[in-house]
């Protein structure tokens, strides 16, 4: 592979529900980070991390959680799912160094 | 945080000119960043300053004052694949982006 991958594509969850989001990358980028899209809101950031081992929340965390336990991998989790979460959700990576980040093709998560 | 804003979309004809506007309050700024995100796409990196003054590559180029908390991306020679939603973003000292609402650009024929 080459770049960032996410999985699943999409998923339609019921209220109350755990779900794990995957997202693993392969450019060894030291940055990872997950956002929403919502319409009219845009991106915003949920969690990130700037090297294995640590992680940080965003300006939307509550409802979510992250672990970097390697440096390729970034999984998202919701812990007890609630309709407000459904959105697009999208995992980014880039080298600190240059700060551009490069996006993976999208989870849309429906919860109902 | 961040505040950033920019018009929600924009029209223009094959061939011609379109500036899409982006203004940003920050309490701390290490570059600005412009994306380009296709209807059920991912983003995708255009361009990126952190000193004022243009940046051009090919069709696309992008302006930043600093002072202002002012930058435009220009996008010259319009053509219809360059329909898309335009992300403005902000990065902070801990490489955190902050992005705006979008500029959903439409180019007709």
């Known amino acids: 592979i080459a770049g960032i991958t996410q999985a699943p594509t999409s998923q339609i969850l019921a209220a109350g529900r755990r779900m794990t989001l995957r997202c693993t990358q392969d450019m060894r980028h030291n940055a990872m980070y997950w956002y929403r899209q919502d319409l009219g809101l845009g991106l915003r950031l949920i969690h990130y991390s700037n090297t294995a081992g640590t992680t940080g929340k965003g300006e939307v965390p509550d409802g979510y959680s992250v672990s970097r336990a390697n440096t390729d991998d970034f999984p998202l989790t919701l812990a007890s799912a609630v309709p407000s979460q459904t959105s697009v959700y999208f995992c980014?990576?880039?080298?600190?160094?240059?700060?551009?980040?490069?996006f993976g093709p999208g989870t849309r998560l429906t919860v109902t | 945080g961040q505040n950033i804003d920019q018009p929600t979309e924009m029209t223009a004809t094959e061939g011609a000119i379109v500036q899409i506007n982006c203004t940003y309050q920050t309490s701390g700024f290490n570059g600005l960043f412009w994306y380009q995100q296709h209807a059920g796409e991912a983003p995708t990196f255009l361009s990126y300053n952190v000193l004022d003054g243009l940046e051009e590559k090919g069709r696309f180029s992008s302006f930043l004052s600093r002072s202002k908390g002012y930058s435009y991306l220009l996008l010259k020679e319009l053509q219809m694949k360059d329909s898309a939603s335009y992300l403005c973003?902000?990065?902070?000292?801990?490489?955190?982006?902050?992005f705006g609402a979008g500029t959903t650009v439409t180019v007709r024929a």
């Open positions: 980014a990576s880039s080298d600190s160094g240059t700060g551009e980040q490069y």
């Open positions: 973003a902000v990065r902070d000292g801990d490489y955190k982006l902050s």
